[in-house]
């Protein structure tokens, strides 16, 4: 599977939080999430493993009771089961890739 620049599956999932699903093969979906400053993503947990890379802006996650601060180029992996959120402290883009497929994503 292929796709172009602005292709692909849009949602908001929260407010200020726009991803667009970029490409999904049987096993693992890949997103790009679009942040603005403040926006916030609640603590939550699912089943996939979520690998992802921060392509521009700062992030704060708090996992597991941990938390962490993300920039530019940084790159993290959460195992399935973990409970996590995030904050925006700048506009940010994250790419992230999910396993198994997130079917909610497409």
């Known amino acids: 599977m292929f796709s172009t620049a602005g292709a692909g599956t849009k949602k908001e999932p929260a407010e200020g939080i726009r991803l667009t699903t970029t490409v999904h093969g049987e096993k693992t979906l890949m997103g790009r999430f679009e942040m603005r400053k403040g926006a916030r993503i609640p603590v939550h947990s699912h089943?996939?493993?979520q690998t992802g890379v921060m392509i521009s802006g700062k992030l704060r996650f708090v996992v597991d009771g941990e938390t962490r601060?993300?920039?530019?180029g940084?790159?993290?992996?959460f195992k399935g089961g973990v409970e996590h959120?995030?904050?925006a402290l700048e506009d940010?883009?994250?790419i992230e890739v999910f396993s198994p497929l997130r079917e909610d994503y497409l």
């Not at 601060?69 to 530019?72: F, R, S």
């Open 69 to 72: 601060d993300v920039e530019t």
């Open 92 to 94: 940010s883009i994250v």
């Open 85 to 87: 959120s995030a904050e």
């Open 74 to 77: 940084d790159s993290w992996c």
């Open 47 to 49: 089943h996939h493993e």
